[in-house]
């Protein structure tokens, strides 16, 4: 009689199979898969302008010339703190996914999905990444991946893991306030980027103050490696900032988010011109963009594969949290924002907060207290309740006078310590001499949560 093996042991040796022809798979698949970064001749050191300086506890990074000056700057200005930080985010993703298998599962079917991605970036951002790979040198994770390959996917972080997880990777508030509701008539604008992919994003973030060759110069608030943009504003006034969002299917076709706001960030001169070209962009996955100019016109572009872009325009002072208003309302991605996270609470509270307002009153010190703000629309709630606007989680936040071009931005922890007061018409400009500098502006910490923690 035939003694078939026991299920534990079936399922044990169909382990060891997936395990054994594993690593043949994963050879393949990165002899297959490789970016071919485009040929470029990196400036020397000496001819390009740029600089880096920390200001009451803020990094500063200011990067002029083409795409290839730009690209190499940066990795040669910040290669420690790019190697540092990558460390840390790499020792975080092994925490979190303890095993090899399963990582290496992930990474191949993101190197396979996404093969073709850089077709999807604009030339420049592609030479702009191939300098800074030459020039980000030596790579400690250079067998790991390819440089110029792991920076494409670092740049393009939103779109490649929104596949592979249920909520929202960027959940944010941000608002709007018109002139007729500020002290002085200028268009302030306040956003918690909620971003929970790591300490170091909020520990280690950087300004970029970018000049670009036929562009509109801009700063950028991000952290050392990643010159896009998720919240920024340019030398015209121009703010925009990304949120996330769930609607329709990811796809492999479009441009990253990251690049595609720096596109409209760097060409546009006002709200209408920044839509125009959100609008016409093919996008990879679902987000909603937020952008406000210094007359006081404001946008919200929903966005999501296949789906031509939504816009709701208002010169009224408004807010946005990571949930759909327009025609992907009624996605079921988007019901199960609405139902699982605290998207409907944030807005609701940003709603009250914003109907408190006296007309002529707001200053950016007090859109700093709506963007502090820790209670709930439903009632009190604990310090670093998720249903508040400032929950505990902030990786940043800024509040910007578009009109004045200034820019407050937090230098952390989250959103609790002071904001430190960036003036873009001097920092923007070819002839600023960065050793001239006084020590800025800033605003002070939040004193509700000075010498307390989060539940």
């Given amino acids: 009689m035939t003694r078939w093996p026991s299920r534990r042991a079936a399922r044990a040796a169909l382990v060891l199979a997936v395990l054994a022809v594993l690593p043949t798979c994963h050879a393949l698949v990165v002899a297959s898969t490789g970016l071919r970064p485009p040929s470029v001749a990196i400036p020397p050191d000496a001819g390009v302008h740029a600089w880096t300086r920390v200001r009451a506890g803020l990094r500063l990074v200011y990067l002029e010339g083409s795409p290839e000056a730009i690209g190499a700057a940066h990795a040669r200005l910040l290669r420690e703190r790019m190697v540092a930080d990558e460390t840390e985010i790499q020792s975080e993703y092994e925490r979190h996914v303890p095993w090899w298998a399963v990582r290496t599962a992930i990474e191949d079917f993101s190197r396979v999905r996404y093969r073709h991605i850089a077709e999807g970036i604009p030339d420049a951002r592609r030479r702009e990444i191939a300098a800074e790979a030459l020039a980000f040198k030596p790579?400690?994770?250079?067998?790991?991946?390819?440089?110029?390959?792991?920076?494409?996917?670092?740049?393009?972080?939103y779109d490649i893991a929104l596949p592979l997880e249920h909520s929202p990777l960027v959940g944010c508030t941000s608002f709007a306030l018109a002139p007729r509701d500020t002290a002085d008539g200028h268009v302030l604008f306040g956003r918690a980027f909620d971003f929970e992919a790591g300490e170091v994003f909020d520990r280690d973030k950087a300004v970029f103050l970018v000049r670009e060759e036929g562009a509109v110069p801009f700063a950028s608030v991000a952290w050392p490696g990643f010159v896009g943009v998720v919240t920024g504003m340019n030398a015209e006034g121009v703010v925009m900032v990304v949120h996330g969002a769930r609607g329709r299917r990811p796809v492999t076709d479009g441009i990253p988010v990251a690049f595609s706001l720096r596109e409209a960030l760097s060409h546009a001169h006002d709200t209408r011109e920044a839509v125009q070209v959100l609008a016409a962009q093919r996008v990879l996955v679902s987000h909603i963009v937020f952008v406000a100019d210094a007359s006081g016109h404001f946008a919200v572009v929903e966005r999501a594969p296949a789906e031509p872009a939504f816009v709701r325009e208002t010169e009224e002072s408004t807010a946005v949290t990571n949930h759909f208003e327009g025609p992907l309302a009624s996605d079921p991605r988007n019901l199960?924002?609405?139902?699982?996270?605290?998207?409907?609470?944030?807005?609701?509270?940003?709603?009250?907060?914003?109907?408190?307002?006296?007309?002529?009153?707001?200053?950016?010190?007090?859109?700093?207290?709506?963007?502090?703000?820790?209670?709930?629309?439903?009632?009190?709630?604990?310090?670093?309740?998720?249903?508040?606007?400032?929950?505990?989680?902030a990786t940043?936040?800024?509040?910007?006078?578009?009109?004045?071009?200034?820019?407050?931005?937090?230098?952390?922890?989250?959103?609790?310590?002071?904001?430190?007061r960036l003036d873009l018409h001097d920092l923007l400009s070819a002839k600023h001499d960065p050793d001239s500098d006084r020590a800025p502006e800033t605003m002070p910490a939040d004193p509700t949560v000075a010498g307390r923690e989060a539940p």
């Fill in 336 to 393: 199960r924002v609405r139902d699982t996270t605290t998207t409907l609470a944030r807005r609701a509270r940003a709603d009250e907060r914003l109907g408190e307002i006296t007309p002529g009153s707001a200053t950016p010190a007090s859109a700093l207290a709506i963007l502090r703000d820790h209670g709930c629309a439903a009632g009190p709630c604990a310090l670093g309740d998720r249903r508040a606007i400032d929950a505990l989680i």
């Fill in 139 to 157: 790579d400690p994770y250079a067998s790991h991946m390819p440089t110029y390959q792991r920076m494409v996917f670092l740049y393009s972080l």
């Fill in 396 to 420: 940043h936040g800024i509040i910007a006078d578009a009109t004045a071009k200034t820019l407050w931005v937090s230098a952390g922890p989250r959103l609790s310590g002071p904001f430190v």
